[in-house]
């Protein structure tokens, strides 16, 4: 089953939302919504109190929520005194969180998975990204164009106008580059609990990706993966490469002048996960450096923490004998998954303000996202004033064959979203 990318992109304030499915698009906008010339105006919702945070859409503070809508996702906002919280819904009839570089064993060695397929570009994922506008760059204008794809340099990836910045954070997924911008896009929920419920099904007619759920109930709960998102070259992060955890990261792969130089920048803190692997070479791991010995079910198994590794449930490949990771290599195959490529952590600092659920039921996303309004860190956005808009950039993409589309986008529409005023609403 091949899957095609359903994108959305929603700046709020002023703010231009493009949404597709393959090369189609449209507006589906809610009656609590309201459509102002060539804009649409979508409301936080002021609550007594936030939800819990486990990917569970029912709780009455979403049912007060207004949002907006097009094809099949939809957004909440929510708002206390002292947090933030949105709501995805999409609709997705697999959920694909096995990526492509995650590994297969041989019988022999550990492979990535793409390494077995034809195409090397090949991926598939689910991956939610947002991006707030913290400088006034005209996030509006440019939409998906001025966040991520390419500059009047011709140079690609993440960039925002010399000077400017923007809060970014990746919901599902790390952030990966490469043939097809495929590499490296492990799956970074589970820290906080990974969850299966009832029995489940996979796709029976790929077997290039023969992973893809098509039916059950996972719930995934962790943090966001966050960046500063700026300009090539900023001079503020020179000489800053092994300054931060994420900076510390990248340096495994690339040289100390390109992370310096790179558009998108580490947050203070220790980073929500770090690699699987046992040995890097020439920017790409030789194999995983841990295995669980035996997951109990699909979920347990797309995910390994540093407990794990605490506990004993996951331990070093390097200290088994051949026999020994055969016997866990085929309790892997048994739940039709492979080793992830990624360690999950516990994060701190910055890196660990972002708290995300995500459940996947039958076809649904549900994602839940709660951050403080006001944070320490002048890089963050801060929803301090109620009065004012904020302009936002966000991607839904569902995994697409051969790598990621770019350069065609569906429809602007103008989204204007306010903080709820509830002084202004009692006088």
Known sequence: MRKRICSVFILLSFLTVTLFTGCSAGKDVPSSSADVGNYISMLVKKVDSMPEIDGNPDDPQWKEALGISSHNNTLKGIYTDDEVAFLYTVKDPT?????????????????????????????????????????????????????????????????????????????????????????????????????????????????????????????FIGWADERI????????????????????????????????????????????????????????????????????????????????????????????????IKKAWARYQELNCLVPELILQEPTGNMAQTKVAARWSDGVWTVEIKRNRVTGNPHDVQFDDITKSYALSTAVSLGVEGGRESGSFGRNIGIRVMFENVNEQDN
């Open 229 to 324: 998102q700026t300009s090539w070259d900023n001079p503020d992060f020179k000489g800053t490469a092994d300054k931060t955890e994420t900076g510390q990261y990248c340096l495994q792969c690339h040289t100390t002048e390109f992370v310096e130089g790179s558009p998108l920048q580490g947050k203070p803190g220790k980073m929500p996960y770090r690699r699987n692997a046992e040995e890097i070479s020439n920017m790409f791991a030789t194999g995983p450096e841990y295995i669980k010995l035996y997951p109990k079910d699909f979920a347990d198994a797309v995910i390994i923490t540093d407990k794990d590794i605490e506990e004993g449930r996951a331990v070093k490949v390097s200290s088994l004998s051949k026999e020994e």
């Open 95 to 219: 959920m694909s969180i096995v990526t492509p570089d995650c590994w297969y064993y041989d019988g022999n060695k550990f492979v990535r998975w793409r390494e077995l397929r034809e195409d090397p570009t090949y991926s598939s994922w689910e991956i939610y990204n947002m991006a707030w506008e913290t400088s006034d760059f005209g996030l509006e204008k440019g939409g998906c164009l001025s966040m991520c794809h390419t500059d009047e340099s011709g140079k690609s990836r993440h960039v925002v106008p010399e000077g400017s910045s923007a809060d970014f954070w990746t919901l599902f997924c790390k952030h990966g580059y490469g043939k097809g911008s495929a590499y490296e896009t492990g799956f970074n929920l589970g820290y906080l609990g990974a969850y299966q419920e009832g029995p489940i099904s996979f796709v029976k007619d790929d077997a290039n990706d023969p992973f893809q759920v098509t039916s059950g109930t996972f719930t």
